[in-house]
């Protein structure tokens, strides 16, 4: 296979296309460049604040250019713009509309998210990435999914349409919710959910029209990674916890724990810090105990006692 020289490539390419901010070389699959980590996070806080003024390096096995309209690369395709990365089959460039059309194995990598999708479409111009038919994984903060549509606005707004999201690690839905439009800001670290529901193994367990859950290490007020398991004494058990945020000095966790052969128990954990003192006040109730003659319960299920105040460190 023929090689173009960079500066030949560089040249056609930014006469037919585009211009001065660009570049462009067509190599070999062995030509030695090695691609990024692929699961890595990558912030690079020293580059443009305006990515998009950054270079356009492009490789390939073949190039058809046609002037002052599109550039169609071919084969093993690498573009690389600041800290973002699209690899695919198949990329166009189109000249009036300044975009990138990625087709065929796409992989895209920014730095804080990975995915991978059939098609990518980046606006050079707005910083605008849309993915199709995706699973991404986040680099920087746990999470990850599918979707059938995201796009990208600006620099930090994730918007998902008919997707999924998990915390479990790759290979492993033992929960996760879904949803028919999921906003995530990795900045605020956390995710908006609409129409959604929580599936464990698979299985429907409740549907919430709004929610919101953290998606970093933040204190923020929002569901948890929820909980399953099945046993002969209580069946299956459910628990999904709630983290509310009141003040930087006090905070509480409230955790919803279904039981199938018990009922549906709520627990309360309580912390508090003063100059003076620190404490923790932790609370359980179930309503209505199937395996006890429906009597309520409150304390813990196999003894009863009224909350107690103890230290934080106990």
Same mark, same amino acid.
């Given at each position: 296979m023929s090689r173009f020289s960079r500066t030949y490539l560089a040249a056609s390419i930014g006469a037919a296309l585009l211009a001065s901010y660009a570049h462009a070389e067509e190599t070999s699959k062995n030509s030695g460049q090695s691609m990024p980590p692929a699961e890595q996070c990558s912030v690079d806080t020293a580059q443009s604040s305006d990515s998009n003024q950054e270079p356009i390096n492009i490789e390939a096995d073949s190039l058809?250019?046609?002037?002052?309209?599109?550039?169609?690369?071919?084969?093993?395709v690498v573009v690389v713009q600041g800290n973002k990365t699209i690899t695919a089959d198949k990329v166009t460039l189109h000249q009036k509309e300044n975009t990138v059309v990625a087709e065929g194995n796409v992989i895209m990598n920014d730095g804080e998210i990975r995915a991978v999708s059939d098609k990518a479409t980046n606006n050079l111009d707005k910083d605008e990435i849309t993915l199709e038919n995706t699973q991404y994984q986040?680099?920087?903060?746990? *999470? #990850?999914?599918? /979707?059938?549509?995201?796009?990208?606005?600006? !620099?930090?707004?994730?918007?998902?349409?008919? =997707?999924?999201?998990?915390?479990?690690?790759?290979?492993?839905?033992?929960?996760?919710f879904l949803a028919s439009g999921?906003?995530?800001?990795?900045?605020?670290?956390?995710?908006?959910?609409?129409?959604?529901?929580?599936?464990?193994?698979n299985v429907p367990i409740f549907y919430l029209p709004y929610m919101q859950m953290p998606i970093g290490d933040k204190r923020k007020t929002g569901f948890l990674r929820p909980s399953a398991s099945l046993g002969s004494k209580n069946g299956f058990?459910?628990?999904?916890?709630v983290y509310w945020n009141l003040a930087e000095n006090y905070d509480l966790l409230t955790t919803f724990n279904y039981m199938q052969n018990r009922g549906l128990q709520l627990k309360g954990d309580f912390r508090y810090l003063t100059t003076n003192s620190s *404490? #923790?006040?932790? /609370?359980?109730?179930?309503?209505?105990?199937? !395996?006890f003659e429906d009597k309520a319960r409150? =304390?813990?299920?196999?003894?009863?006692?009224?909350?107690?105040?103890?230290?934080i460190g106990a």
């Open positions: 058809e250019a046609v002037n002052g309209q599109r550039a169609t690369y071919k084969g093993d986040f680099l920087c903060t746990p *999470g #990850r999914g599918e /979707a059938v549509f995201v796009s990208k606005t600006g !620099k930090k707004l994730y918007q998902i349409e008919d =997707g999924s999201i998990t915390s479990c690690p790759e290979g492993d839905n033992s929960w996760r999921i906003d995530i800001n990795p900045d605020e670290e956390v995710a908006t959910l609409y129409n959604s529901r929580v599936e464990v193994q058990e459910f628990s999904l916890p *404490g #923790r006040l932790q /609370a359980e109730i179930l309503g209505n105990d199937k !395996k409150v =304390g813990l299920p196999s003894l009863p006692i009224t909350p107690t105040l103890t230290p």
